[in-house]
């Protein structure tokens, strides 16, 4: 198994550019989540889906951010415009049943800088 | 709302040691408390999950204790080698919502040769 699966490694833009990030979970997980991770705040949790539906979204920051789980296998995080507040390490997990004490498998990671 | 407090100063061991992190929390205690490792430029791994109605739970040289009423976990590597060097992050689920989990800033272990 690959693991979760997530692109761009490394993305640099400017201020006002859109920024999308790829996410691919690992196969037959039924939960997944983005995650956000500064060195103040830690991770902090975006937005999770169950099934390919948005569960919750409390954590999205604002309008500006918006997430798609088209199917099964990919979703999307897209910031649009992006500001330098922005800039974090962006991070997808997954995870396969629904009971609490199940293990959240992360990807390695998006590295965000907004000039 | 819930707060979770790590050290965040780097914890500097010798080899051969036994490391101890603390996780502390405020307000309630959570139905599941986890431990991750995360190494640079990687996700968070995880490593030991332990229920509120447990004391203690082992995995090789990894041990977790959680005292609920000092609103406690720490976190004990004994044997203490440079590849055990990394983060390590507590994190928190309450038993009022499915799966969302409160991860703490995570405390850096260095373990010097």
């Known amino acids: 198994d690959a693991g979760v699966i997530q692109s761009p490694r490394h993305e640099v833009t400017e201020m006002g550019q859109e920024v999308t990030l790829r996410c691919k979970p690992i196969?037959?997980?039924?939960?997944l989540f983005w995650y956000r991770q500064t060195m103040m705040r830690g991770l902090e949790l975006l937005i999770y889906?169950?099934?390919?539906?948005?569960?919750?979204d409390s954590g999205m920051p604002e309008d500006r951010f918006s997430a798609k789980m088209p199917n099964a296998s990919f979703s999307t995080l897209k910031i649009q415009p992006s500001e330098p507040r922005d800039s974090a390490v962006y991070f997808c997990?997954?995870?396969?049943?629904?009971?609490?004490?199940?293990?959240?498998?992360f990807g390695p990671g998006t590295r965000l800088t907004v000039l | 709302s819930q707060k979770i407090e790590q050290n965040s100063e780097a914890l500097n061991i010798q080899e051969g040691k036994t490391a101890t992190l603390t996780c502390n929390y405020t307000?309630?205690?959570?139905?599941?408390l986890q431990w991750y490792r995360q190494d640079p430029g990687r996700g968070p791994v995880f490593l030991l999950l332990?229920?509120?109605?447990?004391k203690e739970k082992r995995k090789e040289r990894l041990k977790v204790t959680f005292d609920t009423t000092l609103k406690q976990s720490l976190f004990h590597i004994t044997a203490s080698q440079p590849a055990d060097s990394a983060t390590y992050i507590c994190a928190l689920t309450y038993s009022g919502g499915y799966q969302k989990v409160t991860f703490g800033t995570g405390t850096k272990l260095q373990v010097i040769p």
């Open positions: 332990i229920r509120e109605n447990e």
């Open positions: 889906f169950n099934n390919n539906v948005p569960i919750d």
């Open positions: 997990a997954s995870s396969r049943l629904a009971r609490k004490s199940d293990t959240q498998y």
């Open positions: 196969s037959g997980h039924d939960y």
């Open positions: 307000n309630y205690s959570p139905a599941y």
